[in-house]
């Protein structure tokens, strides 16, 4: 057929420019600094720190998996943030149950909350959808202070690390660095493959126009749930890893302000690029970190910057230098 | 199977008091090319709108293909291949011009909710792709976003992507708003060629449009039913004449 063979030859120069995984060149190139970075990094920094922007890298691709590539604004990550950490947290401490599974139950369960706080907020956009996210995860936040199990202002502390697959030991932190490092980039590949399926495809039609999307025969409100069911998950998953790492899972993790920081790292690291958010979580808790002596001036310091990259560079730390680069990250 | 493939009775919308749309009876007839026109705010894009069920009718019947889709969502209705235009050309503007054409033609492969498969399972799609890509005269442009396309090109690739899921039905909402000569002669010729062994609806304001393209014509004045039959019959109908010359203010300020 004539077509296929115009198609053949004006498809080829993609194939040449694809790296692996799905990854284009740039990304490879991006990703494989990336894996770098987290490899050599503990042996410079100290590991908590550093495992603290993996946990909170990991929440904000999450949460920009659905910004980004649904364009959903949910305010309320927190709830699936902090309920991942005080099932983590509860299960390892009160139960016994070892690293590996406490973590994926805190997942499971921020999925599993995921689903009916999705498919109400999913009937809304824009504003509307945001403060539906905000005014739920507010609710679990009213649930996680009365409920017993959660140990109210207290939080649950001296959660144990436990030992991974009954052989590791993690409670040195460069071998728990080692299982948060693995979880962190087992759940970037996840995001990044889901941005790049069929699936992915399907989204970003929905986010570009969801009318057009609606009447090519797409019932995009079943797409956005399963996207939101999915960046609910991993937020669960980041959520139950920051619990082990710092073995307490408190108020702060389920509080709106949460919600407020991972929207924060989003778009100073760039929204829509699947590396952003993990620069601008490196960011975020890095300036946290560094600037924690000037005590409350910190939350101005962090508006102003926020201000900043609103003003000046609206695509993000990423997205400008991929804006300039011409590639996509 | 009946003659007729897409049917109105009494259909009405009203907004706050205001009847957009006012029993509306509307018969197209199976492979025909069906234009409905008006002058502005006759009520066209509303009562498209009704037809592809992006807004619920406040009273009347819609049967298409001899089935009731009144109650039905958007999404089912172009499942069962009535599949629409926009009036605002309605591309995917951040995803190239191929993966436009290959989201529609997604559709053939069910959900397309396989989030752990590699996007490349999509590449035998392509060649398809391509093909409809080809017949619009936009290969060169497959690897361009869509957003950054030329406005009639733009709209060259909606159609590309209705095609693409080999609908029963077309419905067009002013396929040649806002274009130049040559773009609309272009998409004149386009829609002539693609409504082989289909049936298309088309709404449209400009009458020169649709003297060389419909078979049938109904013309809308102030949400209501004004004339209808060939061009020749439809253009001679003195009130047609009036709606669109102003000779009858009452007619001409109608809808605004």
Known sequence: ?329 | MSDTILETEGLTKEFRGFVAVSDVRLQVRRGSIHGLIGPNGAGKTTCFNLLTKFLPPTRGAIRYDGRDITGMKPAEVARLGLVRSFQISAVFPHLTVLENVRVALQRHRGGSFDFWRAESVLKSLDGRAMELLEDVGLTGYAKVNAGELPYGRKRALEIATTLALDPVMLLLDEPTAGMTHEDVDRIISLVKRVAQGRTVLLVEHNLKVVSGLCDTITVLARGAVLAEGDYAAVSANPDVQAAYLGTDPGIAGGGH
């Not at chain 1, 949910?74 to 709830?79: I, L």
């Not at chain 1, 507010?138 to 959660?159: H, K, N, R, S, W």
């Not at chain 1, 310091?301 to 000046?312: E, H, K, S």
């Open chain 1, 1 to 329: 057929m004539a077509g296929e063979t115009i198609a053949s030859a004006a498809i080829r120069p993609d194939t040449d420019i694809q790296g692996f995984f799905g990854f284009s060149r740039p990304q490879a190139i991006a990703f494989l600094v990336l894996v770098a970075v987290v490899a050599v990094s503990p042996f410079l920094l100290y590991p908590v720190f550093l495992m603290k922007i993996l946990c909170f890298a990991l929440f904000a691709c999450a949460f920009n998996l659905l910004i980004g590539y649904v364009g959903l604004l949910s305010f309320g990550h927190a709830a699936y943030f902090g309920m991942g950490a005080y099932i983590a947290g509860y299960t390892a401490k009160a139960w016994g149950f070892p690293p590996e599974v406490s973590i994926l139950l805190g997942g499971a369960v921020g999925a599993a909350l995921g689903l009916p706080f999705g498919w109400l907020a999913i009937r809304r956009a824009g504003i509307y959808f945001a403060m539906i996210t905000l005014a739920l995860a507010q609710m679990v936040y009213f649930f996680c202070l009365q409920a017993p199990f959660t140990g109210g202002e207290d939080g649950i502390q001296a959660i144990p690390r436990g030992t991974l697959l009954g052989i590791f030991d993690l409670s040195s932190d460069m071998a728990m660095y080692w299982l948060t490092a693995f979880v962190f980039l087992a759940g970037f590949l996840l995001i990044h493959r889901i941005v790049h399926s069929p699936f992915g495809q399907v989204l970003k039609a929905i986010r570009d126009n969801e009318p057009r999307a609606i009447s090519l025969g797409y019932r995009v409100e079943n797409y956005k749930l399963v996207a939101f069911v999915l960046s609910a998950g991993l937020a669960g998953i980041a959520g139950g890893t920051k619990a082990l790492v710092f073995n307490i899972a408190t108020l702060t993790d389920v509080h709106w302000s949460m919600s407020g920081e991972v929207v924060l790292m989003s778009l100073v690291g760039g929204l829509g690029t699947v590396f952003g958010p993990v620069v601008g979580a490196a960011v975020i808790i890095t300036m946290q970190n560094y600037l924690a002596e000037f005590g409350a001036w910190v939350l101005v310091i962090q508006g102003a910057i926020f201000i900043a990259c609103v003003l000046a560079f609206r695509r993000g730390v990423l997205g400008e230098i991929a804006h300039a680069l011409k590639v996509k990250l």
